[in-house]
């Protein structure tokens, strides 16, 4: 019997990209089996003291915050994403812009803007209390410093994590469903609430899993509140007490969870397309609403715009000028270099890993290519803490064994080589952030169809050659964005940048923390001010997508 073989559908990928593709999945591994051997060999004392302390304190108070976030980024964010896309109201298509610009503020620059503007010595509370002439004791006002501030400093940057893909889902929905609902005697609520939203269910999870994790990562807002959560007992237990096996356990804790979040981050966007499962696609007609209901939909959408960033960034801006920074000193100059050098140098680290991954899985999607970009994807669901806590671990034994050993055999110090040096911070910073630029060259990735790969090929064209000849120009805004995304994340990331930066190597997170840890605000709003406009960049361009689509 004759055999047909049959032609193989990806081309093997070049031996350098499988070496390539090794050792960054073993990068991106290395701080979490670091972890987990650095808590596993803590000894049961210190995770049996840690019980008694401080551990249920900290589980008990991360998860009331990631239950508080959840509920909040999910009903403002499809509450407003429904109300823009399948509405008529005055102001809608400058609202459906405004509600993503809050993605370009750092939770924790939200958190100066208003301790500034809420505290007890703040502008409010100061105004009432010369209008009514009450004393500090003679009203009641909610503490800004709080579990329940964290929590809506947080909710008001991470709900357009859900707006955005809410809003996917709602523009790909046919209307047949919906109208069918409406001619079986539903009103509109009732129909958005039992066709609506379940079909669009996976994208508002992912969302709302995004914003649980960027929740859990968090640090400098609850630490600028006093909020004990797992990030900061990671921070206090290597920092200020010194015990390296507490922060290694609690790191493992936060560590697990992160990565089932992750799972389940993943899972629900694989099944996200079923929220376009109508063969028979009809546009949604906007609904027009009249009376006392488009004055409410504004309402509802400009809320989370004017306290999310109208009522913020105008505070910073009259802290900026009131304070006795100035930006253009050599001082400042240097934490801006700083910043840039970091974030520059990390964001084309990270694009070239996420084109290398990216690459090899269009040319041979194997197991080696899927499960090195399955670990490479982990990094983002991972604190920044408890990533610096695991390439800190390793590298600070690596550096002293090193240098016990230089001293023993040639009476030579090395010092420490690679911890605290601007490498081993870059690398923490690819970790972190290597799933954001995947995501963003592989979205890319659609517009190259494979008979060009073919067609390049058979004009004698490399693996590499293709890459650069027909990948790259077809790709450029999608690297572009990658770039932006990473370099502005760099720009924002405070706890990795705490633990692992240089010696005297501030930056300017680093600097607005500090300074709003001494209770300085106005000279804290300068270099958060410099980080939200830089913020603004990748929040233009997806402003840009979204107006196109």
Known sequence: ???????????????SLRRAAVVLA????????????????????????????VLERYTATTALLVLMVS?????????AAWLVTMTEFPGRKLLEIALVIPLAFPAYVLAYAYTHLLDHPGIVQSTLRDVTGWGARDYWFPEIRSLGGAAVMLILVLYPYVYLLARAAFLQQS????????????KPWQAFLRVSIPMARPAIASGVL????ETIADFGTVAYFGVQTFATGIYTSWF?????????????????VALVLAVLERSSRGRAKYHDSSKRQEPMAAIELEGWAKWGAMALCAIPVIFGWVVPGAALLIMGFGSEQNLFSPRYVSFALNSI???????????????????????????????????????????????????????ANFDNALDAWMRATFDISTGLLITGSIWLLIAAYMIRFLAAALGAYEGGQVAVNANMDMASRALGQTAFGT?????????????????????????????????????NYDTLAVQAYRLASDERLEGAAVPSLVIVAIGLLPVILICRQVRRK
């Open 467 to 503: 890459l650069r000849r027909v990948h790259f120009p077809i790709l450029r805004p999608s690297l572009l964005t990658a770039l932006l995304i990473v370099f502005v994340d760099v720009m924002k990331e405070l706890p990795a940048t705490l633990i692992l930066r240089p010696f």
């Open 1 to 15: 019997m004759l055999k047909l073989n049959r032609p193989r559908q990806t081309i093997t990928g070049p031996k």
């Open 26 to 53: 073993t990068v991106c591994l290395l701080p979490m089996i670091a972890v987990a051997l650095a808590a596993l060999t803590g000894g049961s004392e210190t995770l049996e003291h840690l019980a008694d302390t």
């Open 341 to 395: 050098t970091l974030a520059m140098i990390a964001a084309l680290v990270t694009l070239a890993a996420a084109v290398t991954l990216g690459y090899l899985q269009r040319l041979d999607d194997g197991l080696l290519s899927r499960l090195s970009t399955s670990i490479a994807r982990l990094g983002y669901a991972v604190p920044g803490g408890v990533i610096a806590v695991g390439l800190m671990v390793p590298f």
């Open 210 to 213: 995004l914003a649980v994790m």
């Open 240 to 256: 200020s007490l010194g015990d390296r096996a507490g922060a290694a356990q609690l790191a493992l804790g936060i560590l697990m």
């Open 71 to 79: 509920i909040g980024t999910l009903m403002i964010g499809t509450g």
């Open 175 to 186: 209307a047949t469903s919906f109208l069918a609902a409406r001619a079986l005697g539903k």
